[in-house]
């Protein structure tokens, strides 16, 4: 069920693990949105906020883990969620983890929290998001080389990072990560059933909440 509300007034109920959706207008959005019929191009990950010397406009945003490409910098890197959503250009949702599932992220927080520290500054992979929304040869015995994407913890894009952040969670297992898209994420069983959006013309995003993730992105 969507609702809309803007970030400042809802922010204090965001917590870690949460999803933040993003779907953007660039050409390579564009070209998301169609390969993967979807409205959702961009996937983010709340954690809990970093110790450093924020400025006081920040003091009181949340942060988020993401892999991407934005203001000249690319790969592994903490944004904030609400400079992000000011400065998006698209559409912005909040997708709150259900009871169960922060419960098990609670249980394996040190693991959690560990292993995304790990992936910071890591490459941004592009290519890896090509295959994964492209999967015309998964199944081929002989061509599935050219659009099935094994798993690797070198470079990450987007979904790819954040499904690997749910597996280290225990939200999630025995899914294949870089077989993993931002509509993947969206879909997957582990919210509650109110998702809110936060910026842009209300769009519901398609089987939200709606697929089981054991296994998901494995040739079968």
């Known amino acids: 069920m969507l609702s809309e509300q803007p970030y400042e007034e809802i922010k204090h109920l965001i917590e870690p693990g949460d999803i933040i959706a993003f779907g953007g ?27 450093d010397n924020r400025s006081i406009s920040t003091a009181s945003d ?9 203001k000249g910098k690319k790969g592994v890197m903490h944004n904030y969620v609400g400079e992000r959503i000011k400065h998006y250009k698209g559409d912005v949702w909040w997708l709150p983890l259900h009871s169960e599932a922060k419960q098990q992220l609670h249980q394996q927080w040190h693991t959690f929290h560990d292993f ?7 490459s941004y992979d592009i ?27 070198n470079r990450w894009f987007c979904s790819e990072l954040v499904a690997e952040g749910l597996n ?19 879909q997957f069983s582990i919210y509650q059933p109110r998702y809110v959006q936060l910026k842009g013309k209300r769009r519901v995003i398609t089987g939200y909440n709606s697929q089981d993730p054991f296994g998901w992105g494995n040739l079968g």
């Open 25 to 51: 207008t660039s050409l390579f959005s564009r070209w998301t949105k169609f390969t993967t019929r979807s409205v959702v191009t961009h996937t983010a990950m709340v954690i809990d906020v970093p110790t």
């Open 62 to 70: 949340l942060t988020m883990i993401e892999a991407t490409s934005i």
């Open 116 to 122: 995304l520290a790990e992936q910071m500054g890591k």
């Open 127 to 153: 290519w890896q998001l090509f295959g994964a929304a492209i999967d015309v040869f998964d199944d081929h015995r002989w061509f599935n080389w050219i659009t099935y994407n094994r798993k690797k913890f």
């Open 168 to 186: 280290q969670a225990g939200i999630v297992s025995e899914l294949n990560p870089s077989e993993t898209t931002p509509k993947d994420i969206c």
